[in-house]
Nanobody
Framework: QVQLVESGGGLVQPGGSLKLSCAAS????????ITWYRQAPGKERELVAG???????NYADSVKGRFTISRDNPKNMVYLQMNSLRPEDTAVYYC?????????????WGQGTQVTVSS
């Protein structure tokens, strides 16, 4: 059973930075993609940034140029560096990993970490 554990959330002032971490219990090289999602109160969960096993990245327009996703395969870690944070970035951030299986795709979620951007 794969486990994903997020950390690094907290309270930060507008314009500040945070670095989120996602620790996987197994080898992340087995996942086709690892993605950060976020969900703000009263809103749907949305994709923030993703990275494939080959290193390709994808970002939501709202975070392009401010957030950077990266992965450290030997440590089984994925990171989300968040700079120039805005109040609208406030949300619970979740790590998601996908792995191909026969006839389907397996999806795993972490428990989430709260990010609050406020003065």
């Amino acid at each position: 059973q794969v486990q994903l554990v997020e950390s690094g959330g907290g309270l930060v002032q507008p314009g500040g930075s945070l670095k989120l971490s996602c620790a996987a219990s197994g080898s992340i090289s087995s996942f086709t993609a690892i993605t950060w999602y976020r969900q703000a109160p009263g809103k749907e969960r949305e994709l923030v940034a993703g990275i494939t096993s080959g290193g390709s990245t994808n970002y939501a327009d709202s975070v392009k140029g401010r957030f950077t996703i990266s992965r450290d395969n030997p440590k089984n870690m994925v990171y989300l560096q968040m700079n120039s944070l805005r109040p609208e970035d406030t949300a619970v951030y979740y790590c998601n990993a996908k792995r191909p299986a026969t006839w389907t795709t397996l999806t795993y979620w972490g428990q989430g970490t709260q990010v609050t951007v406020s003065s």
